[in-house]
């Protein structure tokens, strides 16, 4: 723990003031890695590649090999196949003594893993890179050391609400007698039992970090499912974890993989087991809808489809907003949780320092911006990445079917990978009555421009979409501090993070750890933020004992 | 806000010191509450009797009256008929602009509201005695200071909790061309919704102030759905907190009440509300089951039925554990949540200072306490109070049929209320394999004296019932520093707090508000804690705005 203290007040303090702030540096420069991280983190992805992946656990159902690359190849790595009886029965063993393991001791662990992770970046970038089709240089950073510092956030948060609601104290009652009635108390944040960590294919370790970590620190054992195409994310995390706990003389088994075949089911399966109480999910509506409705003896988080909105009213800096929007949708081929989907402009077009662009016009500048960054070659393969799973490729495939197309995606070669699934966005233009088609999520690079009457109309359908629909980021673009209120206020009915005018280097598909919020929990996208007090909170039990003194 | 701030201040460190606090002084004396503080109450309480509570409100369903108290009378108090369609829709109106008041405001409100019912402790002590059958000083405490220090403590966990992730900050991250990319954010905690509190015929008060003060303070409107057996002390309440709304400009419909006739299930109904987001919940076993499966929509937290429980060991101390337990036992006649239930005691007795006490020892000796304690017609009344409902009285009438009687209740006229319907604790032993008798819930003035074959039995059957039926309160006795830390071993697992050793002022029933938690959220008695992170950072979400500075 002295060894990790100054990472962890600094991360406390972080999570209060909420500036900018980061553990783990984010450029995977050779500067700040070392010289040999690169080659050697390739060199140890490219091993794993066709192998068995090296991991004890409970259980004998044979392996799984399950990952094709967005970019071509299959992966070829062999895991355990989950037995889910063996899990739970190993992770509830664990439990016992992992809730007795002190909360300093808990978040020393949690801190030392992340630090391992960050030092395996560059394995870890090529891991994801492979499995979710994000750029290398996203993958490096968002499942990396972005990753990390939301896995710390979550330690930090854990660690404080423990700290100020756990603990000792001395409760002294003045007596009318003279003398005082003296107890001593003691108070315990007891983990709630095991938890089911469900990772998803686009951000296997973002998404799962804070969830992940949260558990270790209040004092829950973790199961952790990743999605069948992304894997090896996600086994790295738990055999990283495994031989921290090791070499503290604890249980392994606090961590498990639950690597499974697609027809397994095994999510659902342990999902519902007794002894699993917390549940964190990012996927599917429809089955984070079925968590939420069947996992009844479990706290469960999830995170699941939505609309995000763009209301554009007025702007000063036109090119600038063009060029924001267009890096916002092309980002991983707009297949963020976080990506814009619907983009609201008002019939009589909207000011601007080069004068009244009407919608028609501010739609194609869009389509040009976004067509002129991702035309280059080399940008390309760095903003867009490939697209993952054929449910995508097919919706990009079929765009035209949902109105008139103001851009349609191309499939450019990738400069590296020639088998790589690579899509531009696709933009399409709708009339506001087409709630039918941009009510609903099109994940995947797939915006609309839509024309409302006015603003007040966009802002009221971003009130009515988004308490209907759900949304990670909503977006708003105003000269008129007026306007920018107004948005303010339908984006806090609607329960959604605004950003305002984005002009510069920060995208509305991007948060950053310690402070932004990421998700509210108030509209259906998501049950709660990462990392805000309910998300941590739900995972203790206060339990207490007192005595005289 | 500045006359409150310095009350705020202390209840916020209060809440994390945890050591002894209180803001409204527990004693009813004249030096405290002033020479006419007794007799205006009185006169106040009294000239309600058979008239109608002065209370506006939406809706137009006629009046019901629906108490008697336990000391005879009828009240004949008649208060508007809930009308759940008017009250959703007031309270809906109201949620717009009570969330739009700042929390400072709102926790203004919220000390305001009640240092006034701290003034009306006089008023309400009657009004809680005679809906609840507490003695006057109980009812004094439990349904004035203790209740109103309980609702500072939540507004304080509320205040520090939002104060501590929302607000503002700067987000300045350095550029490596120089120059700093500079956010500024906001953030909102934004309350869930209407909130519903369903309130108990014994601790109307008490168990109702944690979730409407922390409803409050979180931006949450609050309709009170009181017992129909204790409309008067939540009408007082909510006519209270309109009065300060009204005064401060704000819309009084934040806090509503819903008396009923019994018959109009309107807690049920308004817990189904899709405008309803957050329902608390203190009763039977079976309606808490019942909102926890079917409020979907909502964050429900209730207080259930539990097997109190008590494992004596050994003691250094024989006649004062006897006094302490007979007080517990005996208090408002075993009517409390937190009154214990199952007494275990080893088969080969317990080691005392006054030599080795066989099982049927201990329970003649713990009868004699009783019998003691509460032969006194002077301290009778003070301690026993009246017995509550119908249900109680047949369940102690019937004590006979669960076993070996080793204390019978009596039925003594009580020195003030001939009318009252008292009742002496009944004291029955049983041995250990009657689980099906111990094994549940006997809520009222009855207790079992079970023989374990050894501590370690005992010890066990604590884990087990609890984990399996719930408690609020557990207890042990031992001068072995092992058994005690198996005791808290096995507490922890079966996740309950703990008293160990009472023997002076201090008694297993009873929770100081600023340092001891009541209930846990660990075992089926209930589902929180009042009131820890978990009860009050379910009440509201964090909502985000951020722009270039």
Redesign the interface.
Known sequence: MERHRPTLDAAVEAV?????HTAYPESPSRSVYGEDAAPVGQAAFEARLGADFPLDGPGDRGRVATERSPYGPVLGVTYPRADADALVAASTRAL?SW??TSPDDRAAVAVEILDRLNRRSFEMAHAVQHTTGQSFVMAFQAGGPHAQDRGLEAVACAYD?IG??A?E???????RRGGG?V?A?R??A?G?GVGLVIGCNTFPTWNSYPALFANLVTGNTTIVKPHPGAVLPLALTVAVARDVLTEAGLDPDVVLLAAEDPDDRVAADLALRPEVRIVDFTGSTAFGDWL??NA?QAFVSTEKAGVNTVVVDSTAAYRPMLANLAHSLSLYSGQMCTSPQNLFVPSGGIETDEGRKGPDEFAADLGAAVADLVGDPARLAGVLGAVVGDGVLARVDAVAELGETVLAPTAPAHPEFPDAAVRTPAIVRLTADRRDVYGREHFGPISFVITARDTDESLRLLRETITESGAITASVYSTSEDV?ARA?DA???A????????????FVNQS?AF???HG???NPAATA?LT???F???RF????????A
Chains 1, 2 share one sequence.
């Open positions: 209060r003031v909420r500036g900018h016992a809730r007795r609400m100020r609601y603990g104290s001395r409760w002294e009652k003045p007596q009635l107890m108390k108070y315990t007891r709630r939420e409705a009844r920018l303010e984006a806090l009915d329960g959604v993070n605004l950003s305002e005018n984005l002009t510069r280097g920060v950053a402070s932004d919020y509210t929990g108030a933020s805000d007090p309910r941590v909170a739900g039990d206060l339990v207490q004992s007192r005595r005289h």
